[in-house]
């Protein structure tokens, strides 16, 4: 008897590069697999393929073996997740099978579905649009039910900084969306447009919850500083407003992110710096007690 449960989900979006979101959800997998002892499936759903190739890369730009050797398999066996896309848009059944040709292995509780450069193709008029939607809810499906994989605890997204038909259909189904806002100027002005956007496109399906949080905070003392505190205030003002005016369940989380150089090699090192672990054990919980509400 299968006796799995379909994966709590959270998606990380911004519609701004450089805020970190793609670090922030690597580093998240990272703990949740390591610290929480879940097994954690993350999905790189970027054509710009940053995470993919900041995890399957070594320093001189070539492959890793054991991921070049997945790599080649994987694309001769046809399940890229272009692949798993294009098999879902035909007219007929989608017979896509789920196993670890699909799904790389990072480590035994933390594995990966890699970006690929097909998905530039996405936004053409080569897809049914309307039938997109439904491609990750199926997909997570197929997964759950596979006796060929593992029984993931949760799925992480790594979105693009744009609305295009995959993140869509991430969204309308995601337990959480999780933006991460840098102390700046954009933060003021961009936490507006996302929320907007997400109501817009989203919608008549329902929204799922969404938790603010600031990512690379200035840290002084132990806190934030004075500058970085301003802007999250504005940020929090900006989030109160929306949830009171357009009904979205939106929190923020004062569980800062600080800015250290650490954290850029996050990824590159195969594990989450020791002096970031408290700082995502913070903001985890707030999501996890978010999550449970």
């Not at 970006?115 to 439904?134: A, H, P």
Request: proline share 5%; hydrophobic share 40%.
């Amino acid at each position: 008897m299968n006796d799995k449960k379909p994966p709590k989900t959270i998606a990380t979006i911004n519609f701004k590069g450089g805020v970190g979101k793609t670090t922030v959800t690597w580093c998240l997998g990272d703990l949740i697999s390591t610290y929480g002892k879940s097994d954690v499936l993350l999905f790189d759903l970027d054509a710009q393929m940053s995470l993919t190739q900041a995890i399957t890369l070594n320093e001189d730009g070539s492959l890793h073996g054991k991921f070049s050797n997945w790599q080649e398999r994987s694309e001769k066996g046809k399940k890229t997740i272009f692949n798993a896309i294009d098999e879902y848009t035909k007219p007929k059944s989608f017979n896509f099978g789920i196993d670890y040709d699909f799904i790389y292995q990072i480590a035994d509780r933390y594995h990966f579905v890699p970006s690929s450069e097909e998905l530039y193709w996405l936004e053409l008029e080569v897809f049914d649009r309307e039938k997109m939607k439904g491609l990750m809810r199926e997909l997570l499906g197929k997964i759950t039910w596979s006796k060929k994989v593992s029984n993931y605890h949760y799925a992480l997204f790594d979105c693009p900084p744009s609305f295009t038909l995959l993140s869509y259909s991430v969204l309308a189904v995601c337990d959480l969306i999780l933006i991460p806002v840098n102390p700046d100027f954009y933060a003021v002005k961009g936490v507006p447009l996302i929320l907007n956007t997400l109501k817009m496109r989203i919608e008549p399906l329902p929204i799922p919850k969404i938790a603010v949080f600031m990512n690379k905070a200035k840290p002084y003392a132990g806190k934030m500083t004075r500058e970085s505190q301003f802007y999250w205030n504005q940020v929090q003002s900006i989030c109160l407003k929306a949830s009171e005016q357009s009904g979205l369940n939106v929190k923020c989380l004062d569980t800062p992110i600080f800015d250290r150089v650490q954290i850029k090699r996050a990824i590159t090192s195969g594990g989450i710096p020791d002096d970031f672990v408290r700082d995502f054990k913070s903001l985890w919980a707030g999501i996890t007690d978010f999550l449970n509400e």
